[in-house]
């Protein structure tokens, strides 16, 4: 799936493991791994790509919140870096994140 049209249609389609979804806006390319209702942690994982300058987009000066969620990012390979909580945190091979729900 690419990145929707914003005056299109919602697309209703349920999700699917292996489903492909790129965002050529952001530079994000994302496989579904596992769905929220196939597991009991109502866990949804994806493997993302991100190239270099990839950006995840936010709603207000580049904030992405998801305030009911706990996102973590394990890095497979280069380096991983964001800003939350007003500074800048980074990872590299291997390393693992995880970005506090509702911050």
Same mark, same amino acid.
Do not use: C, D, K, N
């Given at each position: 799936m690419s990145h929707p049209d914003p005056n299109g249609p919602p697309d209703r389609r349920p999700i699917k493991v292996g489903e492909?979804?790129?965002n050529p806006v952001t530079g994000e390319h994302s496989? /579904? %791994?596992?769905?929220p209702w196939g597991n009991p942690a109502s866990r949804v994982t994806?493997?993302?790509t991100a190239l270099v300058g990839?950006?995840?987009m936010g709603e207000h000066r580049g904030e992405h919140r998801?305030?009911?969620l706990v996102e973590q990012f394990?890095?497979?390979?280069?380096?991983?870096s /964001? %800003?939350?909580f007003g500074g800048r945190d980074g990872i590299r091979?291997?390393?693992v994140l995880i970005a506090n729900r509702g911050k």
């Open positions: 492909v979804w790129e496989v /579904i %791994l596992e769905r994806g493997e993302l990839a950006r995840v998801h305030p009911a394990t890095v497979l390979e280069g380096a991983l /964001i %800003l939350r091979t291997p390393g």
